[in-house]
């Protein structure tokens, strides 16, 4: 167990609707990154939330928002949904940010878009 | 562009038959390279932090190394319950591309064991 916990574990959606997935981080972890892992493209970083403050985009598309409240807990928004969303979406969690400390994987939630 | 490429991408061994997953990477100014284990639709299992060439660090029946361009798993005498896909990631360099610590991961290295 990371201490990294996610929710829900699995979402059935359909094409067009809005869904919100959940993270809680280590406790004293105030990195919070999510990113998205599909087949055929393995792991690919979303964004990076830092003590509430966005602090970097990766291939995050614009449909796609998140944020990080002041308990640390973080949030993904997935709006407008597509059947290519469906993923396996994975936060993870590290003490800080500019050092090269290990980032602690949640569970995950697998997002299937009919 | 930053990549990481791992090798092999399916390994089938023989319970007790050692080898070695390769990952060789191109970013500069490494910050970290970091090796995960992970189970089928289970989120991705901390094993190792390198930071520079040079460097080993064992954990039971694993062995990662590290130089300046790859890095490599050696499996010694794996067992049944080592089938896993094993991923390494490299940290991106502070400030790269608006980078701020996220990793940069290769496909995985998928690894059966038979008994």
């Known amino acids: 167990d990371s201490g990294v916990t996610q929710t829900p574990k699995h979402l059935i959606t359909a094409t067009g609707q809005r869904v919100t997935l959940r993270c809680s981080p280590r406790s004293g972890d105030l990195s919070v990154y999510w990113y998205q892992q599909s087949l055929d493209q393995g792991l690919q970083f979303l964004i990076h939330?830092?003590?509430?403050?966005?602090?970097a985009k990766g291939n995050i598309l614009e449909r796609f928002s998140a944020q990080q409240f002041p308990d640390l807990h973080s949030e993904l928004n997935l709006s407008s949904l597509e059947l290519g969303d469906s993923a396996l979406y994975f936060c993870?969690?590290?003490?800080?940010?500019?050092?090269?400390?290990?980032?602690?994987f949640g569970p995950g939630t697998r997002l299937t878009v009919l | 562009e930053d990549q990481v490429t791992q090798s092999p991408e399916a390994l089938r061994l023989q319970e007790g038959e050692s080898s070695s997953l390769n990952c060789s990477y191109t970013v500069s100014g490494l910050r970290g390279l970091f090796w995960y284990r992970q189970d089928p639709g289970k989120g991705p299992e901390f094993l190792f932090t390198l930071y520079s060439a040079g460097e080993e660090k064992e954990k039971e029946r694993l062995k990662a190394t590290l130089t300046k361009k790859e890095s490599f798993l050696h499996i010694t005498a794996p067992k049944p319950e080592d089938s896993a896909t094993y991923l390494c990631a490299v940290q991106a360099p502070w400030g790269y591309g608006g980078s701020q610590g996220n990793l940069i991961f290769g496909k995985g290295t998928k690894l059966s064991v038979k008994p």
């Open positions: 993870a969690s590290s003490v800080s940010v500019g050092r090269a400390d290990m980032q602690y």
């Open positions: 939330y830092y003590n509430g403050e966005e602090r």
